[in-house]
């Protein structure tokens, strides 16, 4: 017999904030009663050094809706995310952080205009509750990936969304080694909408993106969805040919018809170490790209599960 209210799946990546996950839960419940529609919270502990996962098993024996997927090792947040979609069954999938600074009860405002029509919802952080060099961090690494992607993306839009069942079905098809799921959605480009939420400030621990992982991340991302970096690459080594032609025509027209000298061994030098460093740094960008073909050509699983709770095992 069909259900007449909806399922709503709530994929929760956790690492570092053990001590928000029942709060995290008991007003998940409260809001998606709210709506109403039935519920499922997936918790994805990604090797938390805070032993989350005793905290998820707890929850799980309280909630039979409360499903617990402890990874093997710590894959990183997109991967968790990946894992807690992989085992989903919601007619709409909401993706969230577990440190409540998104705030549970922003569900209710995503869902409403999903009714709209839309088929993706994201929720807007326009007033972020982080600290400076993370805003300043988050809104030049999506100028970057703009800039080399030809994209316009939205650098207050995170993982904080709400899909539906049809997407999360798009997105599982979708095995690439890098990963960011928010980009992934808006590349599917089903219909989208987003509004604006209020977004709170972190009630536990850090922020595990330092300014290392930042980069990483917008190296792999860019290489990942562009070839831009490699035609980049050669317009600016015809450039420099060009340059170096040009140039050497002009000493030729001074020797050959003003009679003047070119003794040049300093700027021969300069000239060759110039072209060595750029002839390296050419081929570091096509070897980022090999090096992400060969990680893609081994098909590695995304992501390893150890123990799963109030579920079958789906892979």
């Known amino acids: 017999m069909a259900h007449a209210q909806p399922l709503i799946s709530v994929v929760v990546p956790v690492y570092g904030c053990q001590s928000c996950l029942r709060e995290l839960c008991e007003r998940l419940r409260t809001t998606i009663a709210r709506i109403p529609a039935r519920y499922e919270i997936l918790l994805i502990n990604d090797a938390s050094p805070d032993h989350a996962w005793e905290t998820i098993v707890q929850l799980c024996e309280e909630d039979e809706q409360v499903k617990g997927i402890d990874l093997a090792r710590n894959f990183g947040q997109h991967y968790a995310i990946t894992a807690g979609l ?40 326009v007033f972020r509750q982080d600290k400076l060099n ?50 992934f959605l808006q590349w599917m480009g089903y219909k989208t909408a987003s509004i604006a939420v209020e977004h709170n400030g972190r009630s536990e621990g850090v ?11 917008a190296t792999d991302t860019i290489i990942a969805q562009s070839n ?47 072209i060595a460093g750029l002839m390296f740094f050419n081929f570091g960008i096509l070897g980022l790209y090999i090096g992400k073909v060969f990680d893609e050509a081994k098909a590695r699983p995304l992501y390893l599960i150890r123990e799963q709770l109030n579920q079958k095992e789906r892979r």
Request: with cysteine.
């Open 86 to 125: 992989d085992h989903t069954s919601g007619d709409w999938v909401v993706v969230m952080d577990c440190d409540l600074q998104d705030r549970p009860e922003e569900i209710a405002t995503l869902f409403n205009i999903a009714q709209q029509g839309y088929e993706v919802v994201f929720a807007k952080r």
């Open 207 to 217: 922020s595990s993106y330092n300014l290392k992982k930042l980069v990483t991340l």
């Open 228 to 274: 831009k970096p490699l035609r980049l690459s050669i317009q600016f080594g015809f450039f420099i040919s060009l340059g170096s032609f040009l140039y050497g025509l002009y000493l030729f027209t001074r020797y050959f018809f003003m009679d003047y000298h070119v003794e040049g061994w300093t700027s021969v030098m300069v000239s060759m170490y110039f």
């Open 134 to 183: 993370k805003r300043l961090l988050s809104k030049l690494f999506y100028r970057v990936y703009d800039y080399f992607t030809g994209t316009s993306s939205d650098h207050t839009v995170a993982n904080f969304s709400m899909a539906e069942k049809k997407v999360i079905e798009g997105f599982r098809q979708m095995k690439e080694q890098n990963r960011l799921y928010p980009l």
